[in-house]
């Protein structure tokens, strides 16, 4: 699959809901996971081996102001 840019004129108020607009949407969720060519890159540096060490993550602390049930 290849990624395909989608205009804001196929999304303004006005525009109707096409199934090539659908198929766009569907297609360029698998593009992004796939790494094609044109669409948008995750950056992994965050989650490569080593990244996150234990040290990192016993020393935090969450607030209670940001908890949420």
């Known amino acids: ?3 395909t840019n989608i205009l804001d004129a196929d999304i303004d ?3 109707p809901i096409k199934p090539s ?3 766009s949407l569907r297609d360029n969720s698998i593009s992004i996971a796939n790494g094609d060519a044109g ?3 995750f ?3 965050s989650i490569e081996d ?3 060490t234990g040290d990192k993550i016993t020393n935090y602390t969450i607030q209670p102001a940001k908890w949420t049930w």
């Open 50 to 52: 080593g990244a996150i």
């Open 1 to 3: 699959m290849a990624w």
């Open 39 to 41: 669409a948008p890159q």
């Open 13 to 15: 108020g006005d525009s």
């Open 21 to 23: 607009l659908m198929e």
């Open 43 to 45: 950056q992994t540096n």
